[in-house]
């Protein structure tokens, strides 16, 4: 079944029991269980997939979880509070004193600043890998998991994720990516060679900037681990939360076929400004970034960054607070479009650009593109004293 037949009849079955098209919100701590088979039953199944105990899920986050693992065409789909969380769930339960975890440069900041202050201080040796390293040559015999985000957060790069996939391979190395970008409708990190693939559902899975949510897909066997780490650690998430993100699941495919085709014609308007110097979006980078996206993705989703020619502070602010139709807030994913300027922090920017503060991530939502092109024409005006 193509994938947006899939979008509509996954995820209905406990609907059926209310007559209802949606499947119902179940909100519970306790589990009443009919007799003690039914009690014995429930530990029979895997942690997450059995109703047991409030904390490992009820039939709503079931019917989220059996929808994303049948649309990533793996087995299995564990859901966590939010992005950030499923990314511990999968570097923790993988670290320990004298592991070693390869990650890909650029990676989202808070996924960055958790191993420096985390995982470093528990044992745990970290080697951040860039575009033009061999992940070869830096794989050790206590490697436990190579970790990729694609692309990286805020600059954009692409990695070679088969080859990358192949080298863990042939070492029997696990290999995690964040996923969320690409999201389930133009990026398939299974067929690709993942193991474990991680959304940051709070974008556009739920698509409508009201809940937080993670979502880790991979076989059994590759997320037992972290399985088990969810398990031990507590990790919840509220059954409202995955009603809302299966609503966004309903329409993500053509939600994000509008967000590719208004970010391409923004970003390609953009491109062309005077005012900018640079821009960091996939389809309309080259050489290998551009190839290893043709290939990996089928398509693109709304954030993208610019460097701006260089200004003064109060010209920048004026750009920022000139736009209108773009809220000021670090999100993306969501029918609004978005601006923020991007700091250092989250991007490893001081190597690629000294200039800080002139990075600007775009995240271009719902709305009319003209209408949006048309706003930031407006509020780039304040910017024309020095850019050229
Ligand atoms: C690429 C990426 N991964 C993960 C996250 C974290 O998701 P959450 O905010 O749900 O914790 C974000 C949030 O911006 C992100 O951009």
Sequence with gaps: MQIETLLTHLARPSGEHADSVNPPLV?????????????????????????????????????????????????????????LSAIVAVLSSHAGPGRHLLI???????????????????????????????VKDLIKPETSLIYIEVPSSITMEMFDIEMVCREANKRQIPVACDSTWGTPIFFKPHSLGIDISIHAATKYINGHSDTMLGLITGSY????????????YGSHVAPDSCWLALR??????????????????????????????????????????YSLWRKQFSGCAGPFTVELHSCEELEFENFINGLTLFGLGTSWGGFESLVM???????????????????????????DSEELCSDIAVALKNLNRTNN
Aim: aromatic share 8%; net charge positive; proline share 5%.
């Design 27 to 83: 909100r519970t701590s306790t589990v009443i269980f009919r007799d003690l088979s039914a009690f014995k039953k429930s530990y029979s199944n895997p942690i997450f997939e059995e109703l047991r105990y409030g904390r490992s899920g009820t039939t709503t986050t079931f019917e989220l979880q059996k929808a994303m693992a049948a649309i990533e065409n793996t087995e299995s789909c564990i859901a966590t509070g939010c992005g």
């Design 104 to 134: 890909s440069e650029g990676v989202y900041g808070p996924t960055k600043t958790f191993c420096e202050k985390e995982l470093t201080s528990l044992g745990t040796n970290i080697t951040y890998f860039g575009t033009n390293d061999n």
């Design 221 to 232: 066997e590759k997320i037992d681990p972290v399985r088990n780490w969810c398990d031990r």
């Design 248 to 289: 966004g699941l309903r329409t993500l495919a053509v939600r994000m076929r509008q967000h590719q085709k208004s970010t391409l014609a923004v970003a390609t308007w953009l491109s062309e400004r005077p005012e900018i110097k640079n821009i960091f979006y996939p389809p309309l980078s080259t050489g290998n970034n």
């Design 341 to 367: 300027p991007a700091i250092p922090h989250h991007l490893r920017a001081e190597k690629i650009m000294p200039n800080e503060r002139r990075l600007v991530r775009f995240h271009i939502g719902l709305e």
